[in-house]
């Protein structure tokens, strides 16, 4: 049996900190800053802008115009922009990741990229809104008068950057093959929950040795 996870979550869910626990358990890799790290050695870019691509798909309207526009300037340029350039090379990280190794990887489209690829766990973490709020300022040390705002736009972000780059819908329970509600769950209890799920769910055309 193949322990290859990807971890999508709402901002505040505790889904960085839930899946780091599920690595741990299953004495596999944890990928999130390490892709970033990655990103940039590959591509060239700055580690700031690698860091806040996310971010830039506030608006899902100026993300994808700048999405459309060329990376660079002069002849020689590529017609790639930043964030295609950006979302190209995490997708050849993630997809080696994949290939060659187990591991939990956190967000980035990680399902969408796996999607092909036999015996990945999907899953995707979120809670109630006023817990997110209450564990961004508590636990993420986010100023307490911007906290809402922050949990919104980072979702709205993230959201606008997965449909954006898949097709498909953040969030959307068939994407995913488990979901967990952290808000009635502590994060040791839901890490436990999806190791247990791993161990047990059926992998259909994959050899589980």
Known sequence: MRKLI????????????????????????????????????????????????????????????????????????????????????????????GETNEGVIIGRCADYVLKDLPGVTNIFIYGEFEDRVKRSVELYGDDAEKAEKYVKDYDKARANYYNYHTSQKWGEFTNYNLAINSSYISMEQAANLIVEYVNTRTYKNVDAK
């Open 6 to 97: 990807t971890i999508s979550r709402e901002y505040g869910s505790g889904g960085r900190i839930i899946g780091k626990l599920v690595a741990e358990k299953l004495g596999v890799p944890f990928y999130d800053k390490e892709i970033i790290d990655m990103a940039v050695e590959q591509s060239g870019l700055s580690k700031e802008v690698v860091e806040t691509a996310e971010l830039r798909a506030k608006s899902s309207f100026s993300y994808s115009l700048a999405s459309a526009m060329n990376f660079g300037e002069g002849i020689s340029a590529e017609p790639v922009s930043v964030n295609e350039k950006l979302f190209i090379t995490q997708f050849d990280i993630i997809r080696q990741i």
